[in-house]
């Protein structure tokens, strides 16, 4: 298509708009998610299976297959949705080849739902119902993604895409928009909470030849994949809001530093550049104005402290990726220099909507002191893992309870883990905090960049916490002493508690430590990394001491401290012991009594799994 | 200039904008402890040793990367930034060797001091000291980066001051180590052996190659003539290694000091200096007149000489064939002294002290050096070795009696000495140049316009109508301006910028060598400058020509300059070398 002017943008719009209302009224759809992890999980077999299913019983003609992405459902991928005229829209989840063919014979022929296969929750709470039933979740970043082909430019701008931009074009000034987005209370969502309308205005306000537009997409917690599944689903609500900045503080060339590790978002990318390229959204007269903006990617090699602001732009400029002090700040000296706006990718996707429904609508969402929606990547001891959405002040317990339904296996919730490696645990007690940056910093932890790890009973939080150090150590880049040792150092003394090495000494230690790492440390990677270690020290002291103390891990987890042995009063000599252990160090006539040799056990623990007879004692 | 009025420790502060926490806290009585920082560089911020607290602030913040800003409230000492600052002492020493003993830096260590200065008695931590082995590579420096402390200095002299970029940081997290850039030696890379990376280095991680041992033995070798000359800048800095001023001028106790450590003679590289400005004034006149390419670039400093083998290869042509003032003399001592001494050759050793460590790769550059039938320098050591010397040889220097220099290759003019100097080799050539074009001399011997520490200064000399347009370069990094502006021309076709152009690799020349005392900063190089210029005011003589030790080995020995015998024997030539050598 031709370069379009704001005119033909508008018919577009409208045309594409009645053509999707029209397919969803009169066409059977099948719309398969195939992000990275409906992928991984099959989905391009599921692609597949429907197709040869809709061919062998004819229906290919009236039923529309599409691709969208990530619908956030990644306990149960691959997920399709099934909308059939006069049935409701239905997500299925674990949709194989067999799964396939029952939804095509069940759904769609005998327009049965395939009970066995849909959701209750949470797809209810993501699909537009119609029952006015409240939702838990609230999409405004993720509104597009599981609803739109992201490879289609058209879709995008059917579900009001570039409507946006084009007000900001031509109906409003570079104020106007910095107080929308001041108004609107839009915080930035890659950890630190700083207002976005201020960033914007420093740059906006800085008197440079040049500035650039930056999106951080280096995202790099353990567990969180929320701005990937929005590049992947959703490219252009990034562009848009790029282009917006542009127009806005007056640049006219946008990076987005993104992982290598995330091909498919890469692509999708760069087909949606290409995309506004050909309708004239992005390159020269953007809709025939004499706005130009374009936007390049730059990969990065996956290191974690790129994610920091001053290290990503370093990285931009080919340097290694190493912070340097701020200030002066990016907004005001950044990249090759110059002023530089940086949010991360889901900052960037909340703007299109902020500036099209106006900042009233925006900040009537959320806290006091936060305002809008918030997607975490639910991860760990959680029956319903996956990405969700929420307005900010909803609490943690309607989280992993209404959302998330529970914890796997009905065991007992130990903690939740925000910000990642740069967080802390929030316990039971916490639970009803309504989430926002303040309320997570004043109990230890932090929003962090939206990862959220579930733990249950099983899990030792001296086990937890090195987990995280050794993240932690891994990425550091090595500049500041206090980062660089200091996390090493911190890890070590862990290590030795976990092993039943340590001493209250090493308690102690660890607290020097964690100060002077989280003064003297240069930037956010080591400032925080002690954050995991102080939080599961104040809440869970008690493990701690049963660690060093009494050499125990009450979780069982550390083998260091695990031992197996056999009750010779319950053991009925069966030998499965003795047969499934793979150092054979379990000895023992046929019914008679077990034992295990300790000194050889390697604590595996599949004696104990195989024992029928509660015989073996794991402690 | 806008001023900044803030509170440090309490105590108003008013300083020009841009002003750093730390150097307000330093105008008013208030030392913050550093590490990583150093004042020719941009602050890298590594250690966090500096950190202050600042009034709002949760974080502690770098004094050294931290502009002061108004009613900024300053605490730079108080029991908890001590105490942070205490634990990232202890951990730097948790995982450094900790063998101050064995260590060339004992007792000139920055970490010394700092542990020192805390009353550190024990490391509370593990110690994870590494095990990385030295690279030992080129005949200049060495990196032991087991010492390291990842300050961040020499990667940004490599990298920003000298433009040679060499050494990177490798790996990451505790993992990080120095090393040249991909991971291949030194020899590899595109060092090229300025030891700007040593002279900045707060501890003992890169030092010079220690020839001193080689010296001793050839000092103690039965049957040995061991000669000894001395570079310019050597004689404005090696007191400070014995508590003396910067720039105090100390030729004669060196002399004296160099005759108590044994050796046979005395000769002095600024006599070797005079000479070279005869061979390389009579090819910039011989150039300038039509024969030869345009602009003349000294070839004096060897790491300005690698650099353009290695980077500015397009430039061979324009480069002075006249060799350094150091091989020259090293040439001479083994074939005109030897022969009017009556000594064979082949017992002579020459020994040369710089204050450069790329004199020490100089020695075996190229075949040239071995003009004499002979390798012309055998050992060349820096100032810093020298001070070593003297100190093993329990020689109380700062009391010596001056002494004199040994003839034939000893007597230098004022043209000789401010070879050591930025500009110094460029108003020592126009001295000369000037009366080799006009055969008349200078009233005006000084041109102030090649003085300084600008990083490129550039004039328009009148030499009696003609105008000669010169340009003089110093610290690596500022030399590439000059050879984008004379590329830019020749591409163009246009008149070439300038005629003359002097580089010297380090800041301010040789006075700041990488083979000088440590803990230069531009106050001490000024002041070692200082005490070059007074050396030259207080000579006699002050053109290199006016010589009469000069004159008579043209007259006895080498004929005219530019000769035949003066080519052989003081010339050389340049080869494009790679990068990388692997």
Same mark, same amino acid.
């Given at each position: 298509?031709?370069k379009?002017?704001?005119?033909?943008?508008?018919?577009?719009?409208e045309?594409?708009?009645?053509?999707?209302?029209?397919?969803?009224?009169?066409?059977?759809?099948?719309?398969?998610?195939?992000g990275?992890?409906?992928?991984?999980?099959?989905?391009?077999?599921t692609?597949?299976?429907?197709?040869?299913?809709?061919?062998?019983? !004819?229906?290919?003609?009236?039923?529309?297959?599409?691709?969208?992405?990530?619908?956030?459902?990644?306990?149960?991928? %691959?997920?399709?949705?099934?909308?059939?005229?006069g049935?409701?829209?239905?997500?299925?989840?674990?949709?194989d080849?067999?799964?396939?063919?029952?939804?095509?014979?069940?759904?769609?022929?005998?327009?049965?739902?395939?009970?066995?296969?849909?959701?209750?929750?949470?797809?209810?709470?993501?699909?537009?119902?119609?029952?006015?039933?409240p939702?838990?979740?609230?999409?405004?970043?993720?509104?597009?993604?599981?609803?739109?082909?992201?490879?289609?430019?058209?879709?995008?701008?059917?579900?009001?895409?570039?409507?946006?931009?084009?007000?900001?074009?031509?109906?409003?000034?570079?104020?106007?928009?910095?107080?929308?987005?001041?108004?609107?209370?839009?915080?930035g969502?890659?950890?630190?909470?700083?207002?976005?309308?201020?960033?914007?205005?420093?740059?906006?306000?800085?008197?440079?030849?040049e500035?650039?537009?930056?999106?951080?997409?280096d995202?790099?917690?353990?567990?969180?994949?929320?701005?990937?599944?929005?590049a992947?689903?959703?490219?252009?609500?990034?562009?848009?809001?790029?282009?917006?900045a !542009?127009?806005?503080?007056?640049?006219?060339q946008?990076?987005?530093?993104?992982?290598?590790?995330?091909?498919?978002?890469?692509?999708?990318?760069?087909n949606?550049?290409a995309?506004?390229?050909?309708?004239?959204?992005?390159?020269?007269?953007?809709?025939?104005?004499d706005?130009?903006?374009?936007?390049?990617?730059?990969?990065?090699?996956?290191?974690?402290?790129?994610?920091?602001?001053?290290?990503?732009?370093?990285?931009?400029?080919?340097?290694?990726?190493?912070?340097? %002090?701020?200030?002066?700040?990016?907004?005001?000296?950044?990249?090759?220099?110059?002023?530089?706006?940086?949010?991360?990718?889901?900052?960037w996707?909340?703007?299109?909507?902020?500036?099209?429904?106006?900042?009233?609508?925006?900040?009537?969402?959320?806290?006091?002191?936060?305002?809008g929606?918030?997607?975490?990547?639910?991860?760990?001891?959680?029956?319903?893992?996956?990405?969700?959405?929420?307005?900010?002040?909803?609490?943690?317990r309607?989280?992993?309870?209404?959302?998330?339904?529970?914890?796997?296996?009905?065991?007992?919730?130990?903690?939740?883990?925000?910000?990642g490696?740069?967080?802390?645990?929030?316990?039971?007690?916490?639970?009803?905090?309504?989430?926002?940056?303040?309320s997570?910093?004043?109990?230890?932890?932090?929003?962090?960049?939206?990862?959220?790890?579930?733990?249950?009973?099983?899990?030792?939080?001296?086990?937890v916490?090195?987990?995280?150090?050794?993240?932690?150590?891994?990425?550091?880049c090595?500049?500041?002493?206090?980062?660089r040792?200091?996390?090493?150092?911190?890890?070590?003394?862990?290590?030795?508690?976990?092993?039943?090495?340590g001493?209250?000494?090493?308690?102690?230690?660890?607290?020097?430590?964690?100060?002077?790492?989280?003064?003297?440390?240069?930037?956010?990677?080591?400032?925080?990394?002690?954050?995991?270690?102080?939080?599961?020290?104040?809440?869970?002291?008690?493990?701690?001491?049963?660690?060093?103390?009494?050499?125990?891990?009450?979780?069982?987890?550390?083998?260091?401290?695990?031992?197996?042995?056999?009750?010779e009063?319950?053991?009925v000599?069966?030998?499965?012991?003795?047969?499934?252990?793979?150092?054979?160090?379990?000895?023992?006539?046929?019914?008679?009594a077990?034992?295990?040799?300790?000194?050889?056990?390697?604590?595996?623990?599949?004696?104990?799994?195989k024992?029928?007879?509660?015989?073996?004692?794991?402690? | 200039?806008s001023?900044?009025?803030?509170?440090?420790?309490?105590?108003?502060?008013?300083?020009?904008?841009g002003?750093?926490?730390?150097?307000?806290?330093?105008?008013?009585?208030?030392t913050?402890?550093?590490?990583?920082y150093?004042?020719?560089l941009d602050?890298?911020?590594?250690?966090?040793?500096?950190?202050?607290?600042?009034?709002?602030?949760?974080?502690?913040?770098?004094?050294?990367?931290?502009?002061?800003?108004?009613?900024?409230?300053?605490?730079?000492?108080?029991?908890?930034?001590v105490?942070?600052?205490?634990t990232?002492?202890?951990?730097?020493?948790?995982?450094?060797?900790?063998?101050?003993?064995?260590?060339? *830096?004992?007792?000139?260590?920055?970490?010394?001091?700092?542990a020192?200065?805390?009353?550190?008695?024990?490391?509370?931590?593990?110690?994870?000291?590494?095990?990385?082995?030295?690279?030992r590579?080129?005949?200049?420096?060495?990196?032991?980066?087991?010492?390291?402390?990842?300050?961040? *200095?020499?990667?940004?002299?490599?990298?920003?001051m000298?433009?040679?970029?060499?050494?990177?940081?490798?790996?990451?997290?505790?993992?990080? *180590?120095?090393?040249?850039?991909?991971?291949?030696?030194?020899?590899?890379?595109?060092?090229?052996?300025?030891?700007?990376?040593?002279?900045?280095?707060?501890?003992?991680?890169?030092?010079?190659?220690?020839?001193t041992?080689?010296?001793?033995?050839?000092?103690k070798?039965e049957?040995?003539?061991?000669v000894?000359?001395?570079?310019?800048?050597?004689?404005?800095a090696?007191?400070e290694?014995?508590?003396?001023?910067?720039?105090?001028?100390?030729?004669?106790?060196i002399?004296?000091?160099?005759?108590?450590?044994?050796?046979d003679?005395?000769?002095?590289?600024?006599?070797?200096?005079?000479?070279?400005?005869?061979?390389?004034?009579?090819?910039?006149?011989?150039?300038?007149?039509?024969?030869?390419?345009?602009?003349?670039?000294?070839?004096?400093?060897?790491?300005?000489?690698?650099?353009?083998?290695?980077f500015?290869?397009?430039?061979?042509?324009?480069?002075?064939?006249?060799?350094?003032?150091q091989?020259?003399?090293g040439?001479?001592?083994?074939?005109?002294?030897?022969?009017?001494?009556g000594?064979d050759?082949?017992?002579?050793?020459m020994?040369?002290?710089?204050?450069?460590?790329?004199?020490?790769?100089e020695?075996?550059?190229?075949?040239?050096?071995?003009?004499?039938?002979?390798?012309?320098?055998?050992?060349?050591?820096?100032?810093?070795?020298?001070?070593?010397?003297?100190k093993?040889?329990?020689?109380?220097?700062?009391?010596?009696?001056?002494s004199?220099?040994?003839?034939?290759?000893?007597?230098y003019?004022?043209?000789?000495?401010?070879?050591?100097?930025?500009g110094?080799?460029?108003?020592?050539?126009?001295?000369?140049?000037?009366?080799?074009?006009?055969k008349?001399?200078?009233?005006?011997?000084?041109?102030?316009?090649?003085?300084?520490?600008?990083?490129?200064?550039?004039?328009?000399?009148?030499?009696?109508?003609?105008?000669?347009?010169?340009?003089v370069?110093?610290?690596?990094?500022?030399?590439?301006?000059?050879?984008?502006?004379?590329?830019e021309?020749?591409?163009?076709?246009?008149?070439?910028?300038y005629?003359?152009?002097?580089?010297?690799?380090?800041?301010?020349?040789?006075? !700041?060598?990488?083979?000088q005392?440590?803990?230069?900063?531009d106050?001490?190089?000024?002041?070692?400058?200082?005490?070059?210029?007074?050396?030259?005011?207080?000579?006699?003589?002050?053109c290199?020509?006016?010589?009469?030790?000069?004159?008579?080995?043209?007259?006895?020995?080498?004929?005219?300059?530019?000769?035949?015998?003066?080519?052989?024997?003081?010339?050389?030539?340049?080869?494009?070398?790679?990068?990388?050598?692997?």
């Open positions: 298509m031709a379009m002017t704001l005119e033909e943008l508008r018919k577009l719009r045309t594409k708009k009645t053509e999707m209302a029209r397919h969803n009224g009169e066409t059977m759809r099948i719309i398969v998610g195939t990275t992890c409906g992928i991984a999980a099959g989905a391009m077999e692609l597949d299976a429907f197709r040869d299913e809709l061919e062998s019983h !004819g229906l290919e003609k009236n039923t529309a297959i599409t691709q969208t992405s990530c619908m956030g459902l990644c306990f149960s991928e %691959p997920t399709v949705e099934v909308a059939v005229p049935m409701p829209n239905t997500i299925y989840g674990n949709v080849g067999r799964a396939a063919h029952r939804i095509v014979k069940e759904h769609l022929i005998d327009k049965a739902v395939v009970a066995d296969h849909v959701f209750e929750k949470p797809a209810a709470d993501i699909i537009d119902g119609e029952d006015g039933a939702r838990k979740q609230k999409r405004i970043v993720l509104r597009n993604c599981g609803v739109i082909n992201p490879e289609l430019i058209d879709e995008y701008i059917a579900r009001d895409g570039y409507a946006a931009l084009e007000k900001v074009v031509f109906e409003m000034s570079a104020d106007d928009v910095i107080d929308e987005l001041t108004k609107s209370g839009l915080r969502r890659g950890g630190a909470g700083f207002p976005a309308g201020l960033k914007w205005g420093f740059t906006k306000d800085v008197d440079s030849d500035k650039y537009i930056v999106c951080n997409a995202e790099g917690d353990p567990g969180a994949y929320m701005d990937r599944s929005t992947e689903g959703d490219p252009h609500s990034v562009l848009e809001a790029m282009a917006i !542009g127009r806005t503080v007056g640049a006219s946008g990076y987005i530093y993104i992982r290598a590790e995330y091909p498919l978002a890469i692509d999708r990318l760069n949606a550049i995309q506004a390229h050909g309708h004239g959204l992005l390159g020269d007269n953007i809709l025939g104005s706005f130009g903006f374009d936007i390049e990617l730059r990969l990065g090699a996956g290191a974690f402290v790129c994610g920091e602001e001053t290290a990503l732009l370093a990285s931009i400029e080919g340097k290694r990726g190493m912070p340097i %002090p701020r200030p002066p700040f990016p907004a005001v000296k950044g990249l090759w220099g110059k002023p530089t706006v940086i949010n991360n990718v889901e900052t996707a909340n703007i299109p909507m902020i500036i099209h429904k106006g900042s009233a609508w925006f900040s009537g969402i959320g806290t006091e002191t936060t305002k929606t918030k997607v975490f990547a639910l991860t760990g001891k959680i029956n319903n893992s996956g990405l969700i959405e929420v307005p900010m002040g909803t609490t943690l309607e989280i992993i309870y209404d959302i998330g339904g529970g914890i796997k296996d009905g065991k007992k919730f130990k903690a939740a883990q925000t910000g490696p740069s967080g802390g645990v929030i316990t039971e007690e916490f639970l009803d905090t309504p989430i926002d940056y303040e997570l910093q004043g109990i230890g932890s932090m929003m962090g960049s939206g990862g959220m790890i579930v733990m249950d009973e099983d899990d030792c939080m001296i086990d916490t090195k987990f995280y150090l050794e993240f932690s150590v891994d990425e550091s090595g500049k500041c002493a206090p980062c040792i200091g996390g090493r150092t911190c890890y070590n003394i862990l290590d030795k508690i976990s092993k039943g090495q001493s209250l000494e090493d308690l102690e230690q660890l607290k020097v430590l964690a100060q002077a790492m989280r003064k003297a440390s240069l930037c956010g990677l080591g400032q925080t990394a002690p954050n995991p270690i102080m939080s599961s020290m104040k809440y869970f002291e008690d493990e701690y001491l049963a660690h060093i103390n009494d050499k125990k891990c009450p979780a069982g987890k550390c083998k260091d401290l695990l031992s197996y042995t056999i009750i009063d319950q053991c000599g069966c030998t499965a012991c003795a047969r499934v252990c793979p150092v054979h160090c379990i000895s023992g006539e046929v019914k008679e077990h034992v295990i040799n300790q000194s050889q056990c390697i604590k595996c623990g599949q004696c104990f799994d024992c029928k007879f509660d015989a073996i004692l794991k402690g | 200039m001023m900044i009025e803030c509170e440090i420790n309490g105590i108003p502060v008013s300083v020009p904008k002003t750093t926490i730390l150097d307000a806290a330093k105008g008013v009585g208030v913050i402890p550093k590490l990583c150093h004042n020719d602050a890298w911020a590594a250690c966090g040793i500096c950190v202050v607290k600042v009034e709002g602030s949760p974080k502690m913040l770098r004094a050294c990367a931290t502009a002061v800003a108004p009613d900024m409230k300053v605490i730079t000492h108080d029991p908890e930034v105490e942070v600052r205490r990232v002492l202890e951990l730097i020493l948790s995982t450094h060797p900790n063998d101050c003993l064995q260590c060339g *830096r004992s007792g000139n260590c920055e970490l010394q001091d700092l020192s200065d805390f009353g550190i008695r024990d490391i509370p931590f593990e110690k994870r000291a590494p095990s990385i082995p030295r690279d590579s080129t005949p200049s420096i060495v990196l032991n980066p087991e010492k390291c402390v990842k300050c961040g *200095r020499c990667v940004l002299v490599c990298q920003e000298q433009n040679v970029h060499a050494l990177e940081f490798i790996d990451r997290g505790d993992a990080t *180590r120095l090393a040249p850039a991909a991971d291949v030696t030194l020899e590899e890379s595109p060092c090229i052996k300025c030891g700007q990376c040593s002279a900045h280095c707060p501890v003992g991680a890169i030092y010079e190659k220690d020839d041992k080689a010296v001793w033995n050839a000092i070798e049957g040995k003539h061991v000894v000359q001395i570079a310019p800048a050597v004689r404005v090696v007191g290694a014995f508590g003396m001023e910067p720039g105090a001028l100390v030729t004669g106790k002399y004296t000091a160099l005759r108590r450590l044994g050796f003679a005395i000769f002095d590289t600024n006599w070797a200096a005079d000479l070279t400005i005869l061979e390389e004034g009579s090819e910039f006149v011989k150039r300038f007149g039509g024969e030869g390419e345009l602009p003349l670039i000294t070839s004096c400093c060897p790491s300005w000489t690698d650099y353009m083998e290695k500015a290869p397009d430039f061979i042509e324009n480069f002075s064939s006249a060799k350094s003032p091989e020259m003399l040439v001479m001592s083994k074939t005109y002294y030897a022969e009017k001494a000594i050759p082949a017992k002579i050793t020994i040369s002290v710089m204050p450069c460590t790329s004199k020490k790769y020695i075996t550059r190229s075949d040239e050096m071995f003009a004499s039938g002979y390798q012309d320098i055998d050992h060349s050591v820096t100032t810093r070795e020298l001070a070593h010397m003297i093993q040889a329990g020689i109380d220097f700062s009391s010596l009696p001056d004199e220099c040994d003839s034939i290759l000893g007597q003019t004022g043209a000789g000495t401010i070879f050591g100097v930025t110094g080799v460029m108003e020592a050539a126009l001295r000369s140049a000037y009366y080799l074009i006009t008349e001399d200078l009233e005006q011997v000084e041109f102030e316009a090649v003085r300084g520490m600008e990083g490129v200064k550039s004039a328009e000399i009148d030499v009696k109508g003609t105008k000669v347009r010169i340009a370069a110093h610290q690596m990094g500022n030399v590439q301006a000059v050879i984008d502006q004379i590329r021309a020749r591409n163009k076709g246009e008149e070439l910028p005629h003359f152009i002097e580089v010297m690799a380090c800041r301010g020349g040789c006075i !700041g060598g990488g083979g005392p440590h803990g230069a900063t106050e001490i190089r000024a002041q070692r400058t200082r005490g070059i210029y007074t050396d030259d005011e207080k000579s006699v003589l002050r290199s020509h006016h010589n009469p030790e000069i004159a008579r080995v043209y007259e006895e020995y080498l004929g005219d300059p530019l000769s035949h015998k003066a080519h052989d024997l003081l010339h050389t030539t340049y080869t494009k070398r790679p990068l990388y050598k692997k």
